[in-house]
């Protein structure tokens, strides 16, 4: 799997059936794999996603395996939320902070078994997760490499892989993980995803990835099951108000300039932190945020026009209050979405603002100014994202 | 259940600094401490029937007068046996090199080494007196406007301003470099230069060569503004100063029990909630102070699970490394030095023939290995203090150098062959000394981090060195004595400005609790 040569971007366990597949041959660098960032046409991937089927390769995903007597309690430390509550065979999406409360990063906690843990994470994080260690009774090991993973997202995707025999699946509830054979050898699914719908991520040892891949596609085929790429995830992650790491935020560990680092609180993620429990990295300088008041607010932005606002200033009576840090014209919702990070006190919902929009046609450049409007809630959001049992669409 | 005001982990002689100045300003404090008697490095113990020593430092160098007159030490019993004694570099032929105040005496010493070494100590003593200023006080931090802090930091670049363009020039350009350079720079003489050297490496885990050298050697001559031109010895050895300093605490209400050995600091939720020793007894507080090392407050005593993990990096990056062993004889009779009148035979004796001897000695324990040929700094203070001693008879105080924490295969293998080392050494200068020897114990590393309760066996309770000390000692978020454990204060020689027996550590930290917690 590694590279000829060390400048060389890493493949995939999933790469030869990847390649094959990927018509654009339009690639890009994922912490240091090469990934497609499309197949054949992003809108058409995007609602292969929406409508049908989207299959997508998160096997650069960062994976890490906590095992031993204080998993939970090394856990309970190292993340912002309550590690107890999420029982076995859940999966919790969480955050985790350094001492000055900053976010490192955000990823999902796998419970695999007793004393048994998965972190899924985009940052690269094995130092951060060793240094944590120091006082617990656990073993802390990266797993990028030994676990290959897909994504399978969109309203047929229950009924694609049941058709590839992962019978009651559709019982499965949302962030539960469920175990089949695969001939022979564990695969391991999980309701879980980064698309905002239903669907499920596939994990498995990576000499099985290439039989997956084709059974899937197979089996899938009736349900018009297609593999999509970056462009086409960036677009449904971004509709239904997922942040990105790198993207929406720096991770605090690869930030360079003071104060360029985001808190829980200012990525509208106070859910997911746990003040109550004694001790985690971040508490102090939480409670203390807490108390002072945040310095900034994310807001998911309804902007008028069609015009995405990508790295638009945010004003308020023609004053500099924001900034975009995500954008895109959103096919399902109709809505032109703008995901900012706000200057307190703006941000409430409701607060109109306006976006300045630079684009160009034939180097020919426009500003827009477009009013937008802070939203209560992502703009896609279906019913079947939750229902269980999953309907066979 | 506790009455306490305060609860302090450890009874060293900065514990006992600081207890003192919180018993005084009325608190009531309860000092807990695991070993038999209160004073930590400051001791004095029997090693053989009938013979004494100071078991671990050896003289009294830089004890801050502030500690002094605040304690009352004098008024408590205290009492000097000697001071402002000599350094003697011997020599195997007997022409020994003394350094007396600033004068220096025999080896053939040069009229221009004479002339040198007046000039480099005036210097120093410019430079000795900006740090004094600095340990006088908590170490400010650099990025919080607090007012104090900024007082400190002007005081500090108004103090290098005020050396003028070429000292200042000169501390800025040395104080990053090491001995060797400087003493090559400024010297001739093999035996002095290595004499000063030895100044600035003495419990240190560094060589000539290592950088930060010339930092502790500045560190050392801070005792020259205490007013100790040279070293001094106790009546009693240095459990005297334990001695004075537990009377002035008794005298000041502070309550002591010794073999109490604390098993945890307890906290709730990042504060400090009391301690519980290793008989299960267990003690409420709001205000925990720590007398015992960084290291091993946090990782032990707290625990890393109760901290957050960039502290806890902050704590196994300290640097504790020893190479410092001691060891103690009893002699039948005083031993002769070839050369040395019997008036030197009292003051400090060192074994440090150049620089590359001491570099050498040094490179051994980088492997960890023991010296071939260590370096020592050798005390008999029964010459000035009979009593420690049967009638007639004599004990060796030496800091020898290096030794390693652990040398391979444990140091049941090695303890006799390095204390053969060291004895062949000084017979090499005291011909016969083998045969007046009765007694021996040596105290590797490992030994001194079990009896004193320092990680590392690390004097300082951490290496003196650039990168931590002032506002970056013990590490950044303890610096001014304050923890990430609200209520939790260290008070040791892991904090700013560190050990060597100045107290002051204790003094600052008892000055920070007071102006943070308020007056009682």
Not at chain 1, 6 to 16: K, N
Not at chain 1, 17 to 35: D, H, I, P
Not at chain 1, 104 to 110: M, N, P, S
Not at chain 2, 245 to 267: F, H, N, P, Q, T
Request: hydrophobic share 40%; proline share 5%.
């Amino acid at each position: 799997m590694a590279g000829a040569d060390e400048r060389m971007l890493l493949t995939t366990p999933f790469h030869s059936r990847v390649a094959a597949a990927c018509e654009t041959n339009c690639w890009g660098n994922w912490k240091g794999y090469t990934t497609p960032n499309s197949y054949i046409d992003v809108e058409l991937e995007y609602f292969a996603i929406r409508s049908t089927t989207g299959v997508f390769d998160l096997s650069p995903m960062g994976k890490y395996r906590v095992t031993g007597p204080d998993a939970e309690a090394y856990l309970n430390r190292l993340i912002t939320r309550d590690v107890s509550k999420i029982r076995e065979k859940r999966v919790g999406y969480t955050v985790w902070c350094d001492d000055e409360g900053q976010v490192l990063d955000d990823g999902t906690i796998f419970h695999l078994g007793p004393n048994d843990y998965r972190i899924c994470a985009y940052a690269r994080a094995i130092d951060w997760l060793l240094w944590s260690a120091e006082g617990f009774d656990v073993c802390v090991e990266e797993e990028t490499q030994n676990v290959a993973a897909l994504a399978v997202q969109g309203p047929t995707s229950c009924a694609a892989l049941m058709a590839m025999g992962l019978s009651g699946l559709d019982a499965l509830k949302p962030f539960g993980i469920e175990y089949f054979d695969f001939e022979g050898e564990q695969l391991m699914v999980s309701r879980t995803g980064f698309t905002g719908d239903l669907g499920y991520e596939l994990w498995i040892a990576p000499e099985k990835a290439e039989d997956l891949w084709d059974r899937l596609f197979a089996a899938g085929a009736p349900h018009i099951i297609k593999p999509f790429g970056m462009e086409a995830l960036e677009m449904a992650r971004i509709e239904t108000g997922f942040i990105q790491a790198g993207v929406d935020f720096i991770p605090a560990e690869e930030t360079i300039r003071q104060g360029r680092s985001r808190s829980p609180f200012e990525l509208g993620l106070d859910w997911l932190v746990d003040l109550n429990k004694p001790v985690f990295n971040g508490r102090k300088a939480l409670l203390d945020e807490k108390s002072r008041g945040s310095r900034y607010r994310f807001a998911i932005l309804d902007v008028a026009g069609n015009k995405p606002a990508n790295n638009s200033f945010i004003l308020k009576n023609g004053k500099q209050v924001g900034v975009v840090t995500s954008a895109a014209w959103c096919p399902t919702a109709k809505t032109n979405v703008a995901l900012a990070q706000l200057e307190m006190p703006h941000g409430a919902i409701g607060e109109e603002l306006v976006a300045e929009i630079y684009y160009q046609r034939e180097l020919h450049w426009t500003k827009v100014n477009a009013p937008c409007k802070v939203l209560e809630s992502p703009v896609f959001d279906p019913p079947r994202r939750r229902q269980t049992p999953a309907l066979p669409y | 259940m506790t009455d306490y005001d305060v609860l302090m982990v450890g009874a060293g002689h900065n514990g006992l600094v600081c207890a003192h100045a919180l018993a005084k300003s009325g608190r009531k404090v309860l000092m807990l401490e695991a070993g038999d008697v209160a004073g930590g490095c400051a001791a004095t113990r029997e090693f053989a029937p009938g013979f004494s020593v100071s078991s671990c430092a050896q003289w009294l160098t830089q004890l801050s007068p502030r500690v002094m007159d605040s304690m009352s030490l004098v008024d408590h019993g205290l009492q000097f046996a000697a001071r402002d004694l000599a350094s003697v570099s011997l020599a195997e032929d007997g022409d020994h090199l003394v350094l007396r105040g600033a004068k220096l005496e025999g080896a053939n010493i040069s009229a221009e080494d004479q002339l040198a070494y007046e000039d480099f100590s005036a210097r120093m003593m410019r430079f000795t007196k900006i740090l004094a200023k600095a340990f006088s006080t908590r170490a400010p931090k650099l990025v919080e406007s607090n007012f104090a802090d900024r007082l400190t930091l002007i005081k500090l670049g108004l103090g290098l301003k005020l050396l003028g363009k070429n000292d200042m020039n000169d501390l800025m350009r040395i104080i990053l470099i090491n001995m060797y350079d400087v003493m090559e720079e400024n010297f001739d003489h093999p035996r002095l230069k290595a004499l000063l050297s030895l100044d600035g490496m003495l419990g240190s885990h560094m060589g000539p060569r290592s950088p930060n050298t010339v930092f502790g050697y500045l560190y050392r001559r801070v005792g020259n503004l205490f007013g100790y031109d040279g070293p001094a010895q106790l009546r009693g050895g240095m459990g005297a100063l334990a001695d004075a300093m537990v009377a002035s605490c008794k005298a000041a209400g502070v309550e002591i029990r010794c073999g109490e050995a604390v098993a945890s600091i307890d906290s709730e939720a990042g504060q400090v909630t009391g301690v519980t020793l290793a008989s299960g007894e267990q003690f409420s507080g709001k205000l925990v102070v720590s007398n015992v090392d960084p290291v091993t407050t946090f990782q032990y005593l707290v625990g890393y699970r109760n901290l957050e993990t960039g502290v806890v990096r902050s704590v196994s990056n300290i640097r504790n490394k020893s190479g410092t062993a001691k060891l103690h004889l009893a002699l039948s009779g005083l031993p002769s030095f070839a050369g040395l009148s019997a008036e030197l035979t009292g003051h400090r004796l060192v074994i440090a023939p150049d620089m590359n001897y001491a570099e050498r000695a040094f490179n051994a324990v980088k492997y960890s290995e023991y010296s071939k040929e260590p370096v020592m700094d050798i005390s008999i203070p029964t010459v000035n203090d009979p009593g420690l001693a049967p009638d007639g008879q004599h004990v060796i105080s030496a800091i020898v150098q290096f030794a390693p924490h652990e040398p391979e295969g444990g140091w049941d293998g090695h303890r006799q062959a390095f204390t053969d080392i060291v004895l062949d050494l000084l017979e090499r200068y005291a011909p016969g000394i083998r045969g007046l020897v009765t007694a021996s114990e040596l105290l590797t590393p490992q030994d001194l981090e079990k009896e004193f309760g320092m990680t590392g066996g690390h004097w300082h309770h951490g290496e003196l060195s650039l990168d931590q000390v002032m506002m970056m000692r013990p590490f950044h978020g303890a610096n001014q004595y304050s923890t990430p454990v609200n209520g939790l204060y260290l008070c040791g020689a892991g904090s700013h400005p560190g050990g060597g027996v100045m107290g002051l550590a204790g003094l600052n930290a008892a000055n920070e609790i007071i102006k943070r917690v308020g007056a009682a």
